[in-house]
């Protein structure tokens, strides 16, 4: 069973920054892209950022310019950089990874971030 698990979340102030981590374990295979979604309350689930096995990045328009995602192959991990983060960022945010593309994937459990003076 795979599973993603994330970690560096926390409450932040307004302009400030956060880097979270994305550790995946278990039975990994292959791996297609590791990415960030995140949901706010009251609100769906929406993509963030996502990096693909061959280096590709794609980002959320909303977050472009401020967060920026990289990876260890090595470690099976992933990492979101915010900065200047905005009260809007506030969500949980939930790593995926995906074996093959257009696939649900795999879901960690989430990591709350708080932005708030």
């Known amino acids: 069973q795979v599973q993603p698990v994330e970690s560096g979340g926390g409450l932040v102030q307004p302009g400030g920054s956060l880097r979270l981590s994305c550790a995946a374990s278990?039975?990994?295979?292959?791996?297609?892209?590791m990415g960030w979604y995140r949901q706010a309350p009251g609100k769906q689930r929406e993509f963030v950022a996502t990096?693909?096995?061959?280096?590709?990045?794609n980002y959320a328009d909303s977050v472009k310019g401020r967060f920026t995602i990289s990876g260890d192959n090595a470690k099976n991990t992933v990492y979101l950089q915010m900065n200047n983060l905005k009260p809007e960022d506030t969500a949980v945010y939930y790593c995926?990874?995906?074996?093959?593309?257009?696939?649900?994937?795999?879901w960690g459990q989430g990591t709350q971030v708080t932005v708030s003076s």
């Open positions: 995926n990874l995906k074996r093959l593309p257009g696939t649900n994937g795999y």
């Open positions: 278990g039975y990994i295979f292959s791996i297609n892209s």
């Open positions: 990096l693909t096995s061959g280096g590709m990045t």
